[in-house]
């Protein structure tokens, strides 16, 4: 995974992420065009696929919307980093394939900077400042989840295979 770094504070919640008067909208391209859009308005138009979003602590808290984590990834950002998750927002990412990874060296990337994870070592490389920075991988089941495009997919795979 690699991509430019979206920074964001402590505490975006998900009503930041996708404001709630979208949330007659179900479709992760229809909720892309809305994304931040409080927060930060050119998130929508400027953000590119591949994007990762960096953040501080508690990212995703608020209601239990599905909408957020399916907005950003209907926008094409490849992970969320923070040093917290929701735990809500957390099983809705996983859920529908969005990977997450927690790290406490999330203030020293900017806004910007050129990432990379290496998802499978629990390695951030900030190909900007040179400097790496470890993150908890997923659990190898997680991540299956993760690869497959989500809970859904994960699940009729198993079904599947039975």
């Known amino acids: 995974m690699a991509g430019r770094a979206w920074k964001f504070k402590d505490d975006v919640d998900t009503d930041a992420i996708i404001p709630g008067r979208y949330l007659v909208i179900n479709d992760p391209e229809g909720l892309s065009k809305h994304v931040f859009e409080g927060v930060r308005p050119e998130f929508a138009t400027e953000v590119e696929e591949g994007d990762i979003v960096v953040a501080g602590r508690n990212f995703g808290c608020g209601s239990s919307r599905e909408h957020a984590p399916l907005g950003l990834k ?3 950002v490849e992970a969320v980093i923070a040093s917290s998750f929701a735990r809500i927002f957390f099983r809705n990412a996983i859920n529908i394939g969005l990977p997450l990874f927690v790290s ?8 910007g900077d050129a990432i990379e994870i290496d998802a499978d070592e629990g390695v951030i490389y900030n190909r900007s400042r040179g400097e790496s920075y470890r993150t908890t991988p997923l659990p190898p089941f997680l991540q299956e989840i993760v690869a497959t495009g989500g809970l859904v997919n994960y699940t009729k795979r198993m079904v599947k295979s039975a």
């Open 74 to 76: 209907g926008a094409g």
């Open 104 to 111: 406490s060296e999330v203030d020293r990337i900017e806004d």
